[in-house]
Nanobody, 115 residues
Framework: QVQLVESGGGLVQPGGSLRLSCAASGTIYAIYVMAWYRQAPGKERELVARISNTGYTNYASSVKGRFTLSRDNVKNMVYLQMNSLKPEDTAVYYC?????????WGKGALVTVSS
């Protein structure tokens, strides 16, 4: 089992920045993919960015150039640095880990972009 805990959400003005963190604990394997998804009110959950244990990353087109995903394998952490935030980035952001054919989700962190 893997437990994921997100932190760093909050209220920010348009154009501002936030950094989300996701801490993984439990049975951690070296080969994995970790990702951030988000779900806005009334919309489906969508992929924001993902990173593999090799460091390969990919981003949704809507956040490319504004968001940066990074990881710390020693601490079992992933981070999502979000810059130039827009009101349409408002959503609950979820951390997900895939390993050994299993998927694990955090409970989510609310990000609200509003003036």
């Amino acid at each position: 089992q893997v437990q994921l805990v997100e932190s760093g959400g909050g209220l920010v003005q348009p154009g501002g920045s936030l950094r989300l963190s996701c801490a993984a604990s439990g049975t951690i394997y070296a080969i994995y993919v970790m990702a951030w998804y988000r779900q806005a009110p009334g919309k489906e959950r969508e992929l924001v960015a993902r990173i593999s244990n090799t460091g390969y990353t990919n981003y949704a087109s809507s956040v490319k150039g504004r968001f940066t995903l990074s990881r710390d394998n020693v601490k079992n952490m992933v981070y999502l640095q979000m810059n130039s935030l827009k009101p349409e980035d408002t959503a609950v952001y979820y951390c997900k880990r895939e390993q050994e054919g299993m998927e694990y989700w955090g409970k989510g962190a609310l990000v609200t972009v509003s003036s």
